[in-house]
């Protein structure tokens, strides 16, 4: 293949795959123009890299900006692409590579057995895994009429090269520029695509790597980086990003902003082992004394059994199956802490009920009568919570409950403001 259109050529992953494309004749175009025919006349092959981010949005890769609300981005993005693979099938170009994203399938809860495969169903990390995962369909329905497809689900491509210095998660997850380039040209090189289609994972051959980077184009990653554990002298092992274990300051207000960033990277590392905590919490709940006939632990899953079978959704489930673990540190105020430590995840409505089921258990919940939140609270309490203390009940396991403690708990965390 010789002629190749690329949209979002000078965004991250463009300039990455610049060495890459030097054989080949590449013509540059805006995806958002009018000229799409034109660029896309006679060419081999088109790569679509092209994807909008909102102002003041940070989302790796994308090259254009725009002033976009925030929800319509993704619908955008879409349109776009719909855009490029119709034009390039009307063109006549016979192969179309999409850059999709590890995103499309929730890799930070996989636990296994096995690496995640790009031939699962997926479950999509936010809205821009949903709109990548659609994007990907767009290429499958266009395979479908005959285009070659091949839709690349990229991993964390970095404008340095470098793996991040201290988030384990996106280093397993790096994608070197060299890796990169190679898996384009091999697309663009590969004799054939077998049924027209296929997904590729596209991460680097990385320490601790969870994705299954198998494929039928023949292409393997060279590169890698070391997972972060081995990393112990992060300072010496990334010397240009500064002291990467302690901060430079011994007062707040001499912060830079390299302890900043250097203090979120921390917290957002730490805060990724929320869901293992708070299961874990649950665990230790069995060995706490009680006059109750079930464990409290069995409480906990009794209650979101019941929950389930009675067609909660999952929030409200993961809520049934927290709403005492705050008792394995003191039963005082047992609701109002676990509630606090669920809030960023859950809505302000099963906040309230987790907050208060204590109250309503004591039979003081007449009070709240014609609140919002009451019906919601009332069902809790009568329907699973004190119900849920049946040695007999046909209770369900804590494996059954823990991918829905991941996804819940794995979201990305609201901002609240504390009500006044
Ligand atoms: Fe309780
Ligand atoms: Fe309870």
Request: with cysteine.
């Amino acid at each position: 293949m010789k002629r190749v259109a690329v949209t979002g050529a000078n965004g991250v992953v463009g300039v990455a795959i610049t060495p890459a494309l030097a054989a080949f004749q590449v013509t540059k175009v805006d995806p958002r123009s009018d000229g799409l025919y034109e660029a896309f006349d006679q060419k081999d092959a088109v790569i679509h890299l092209g994807w909008i981010r909102v102002m003041g949005e940070p989302e790796s890769g994308a090259e254009y900006i725009d002033v976009l609300p925030i929800d319509n981005r993704h619908l955008k993005n879409l349109e776009l692409a719909s855009a490029v693979i119709e034009a390039a099938r009307q063109c006549g170009v016979r192969r179309v590579i999409l850059a999709s994203s590890v995103r499309a399938d929730n890799f930070q809860a996989w636990r296994g057995p096995g690496l995640l495969s790009p031939s699962r169903l997926p479950t999509p990390i936010g809205p821009y895994g949903a709109a990548k995962v659609l994007l990907e369909e767009q290429g499958r329905f266009a395979a479908s009429l005959g285009l070659e497809v091949i839709c690349i689900r990229l991993g964390a491509i970095t404008a340095s090269d470098e793996p991040h210095p201290i988030d384990a998660s996106e280093r397993r997850v790096w994608l070197s520029h060299r890796d990169c380039g190679e898996l384009i040209k091999t697309c663009l090189t590969a004799p054939a695509i077998p049924g027209g289609f296929c997904v590729v994972y596209a991460v680097s051959n990385n320490e601790g790597r969870v994705h299954d980077t198998g494929n039928p184009l023949g292409w393997l990653a060279e590169d890698g980086s070391d997972a972060l554990a081995h990393a112990t002298s992060l300072k010496e092992q990334n010397p240009k990003f500064g002291p990467l274990v302690k901060v430079s300051y011994t007062r707040l207000t001499d912060r830079t902003a390299n302890d900043v960033a250097l203090g979120s990277g921390v917290a957002k590392e730490h805060n990724a082992g929320f869901a293992d905590r708070m299961l874990e919490l649950l665990r230790k709940l069995a060995d706490t004394p009680t006059a109750h006939p079930v464990s409290r632990f069995e409480h906990g899953l009794q209650t979101a059994t019941r929950a389930l079978r009675d067609g909660a959704d999952e929030e409200t489930i993961v809520c049934a199956l927290f709403h005492d673990a705050a008792d394995y540190f003191t039963t005082e105020n047992h609701a109002a802490v676990v509630a606090e430590l669920l809030r960023p995840y859950i809505s302000p409505e099963n906040h309230w009920m987790i907050a208060m089921h204590g109250e309503f258990i004591a039979g003081h919940g007449d009070k709240f009568r014609g609140h919002p939140c009451f019906e919601r609270t009332v069902r809790f309490c009568e329907r699973w919570d004190s119900e849920s203390f049946d040695p007999n009940y046909d209770t369900l396991v804590l494996e059954r409950f823990e991918p829905m403690v991941r996804r819940i708990l794995s979201r990305p965390a609201y901002k609240w403001v504390l009500d006044s």
